[in-house]
């Protein structure tokens, strides 16, 4: 099981940034896939997620900003951030959830993250 991200780095108040998240065929094609994120000092949250059946959740602290979208023949999960915030600032993860339908359920992988840092 291997989940690898890309596509952090550093940005302004205001600007976007995408997140990638290259995994396995096996785990992508059964899993429920999320982001979350982990603060400096703080524990880490969830983000977003899509269950297999596509539907998508987000944490409120996001909504409206960030986008959770998939290619299923890349094998590939992204995270468009839109108008970042400076409390956006975090460890990016990408993360297997075991899933059916529209529900997700417990981790079972998580990759090595990817550091966001917005500045004001």
């Known amino acids: 099981v291997q989940l690898v991200e890309s596509g952090g780095g550093s940005v302004q108040a205001g600007g976007s940034l995408r997140l990638s998240c290259a995994a396995s065929?096996?785990?992508?094609?059964?899993?429920?896939m999320a982001w979350s994120r982990q603060a400096p000092g703080k524990e880490r949250e969830w983000v977003a997620h899509?269950?297999?059946?596509?539907?998508?959740s987000y944490a409120d602290s996001v909504k409206g900003r960030f986008t959770i979208s998939q290619d299923n023949a890349k094998n590939t999960l992204y995270l468009q951030m839109n108008s970042l915030k400076p409390e956006d600032t975090a460890q990016y993860y990408c993360?297997?959830?075991?899933?059916?339908?529209?529900?997700?359920?417990?981790?079972?992988?998580w990759g090595q993250g990817t550091q966001v840092t917005v500045s004001s």
């Open positions: 993360a297997a959830r075991r899933g059916s339908g529209a529900y997700c359920y417990e981790y079972t992988a």
């Open positions: 899509i269950a297999r059946d596509g539907t998508t």
């Open positions: 065929g096996y785990t992508y094609r059964r899993s429920c």
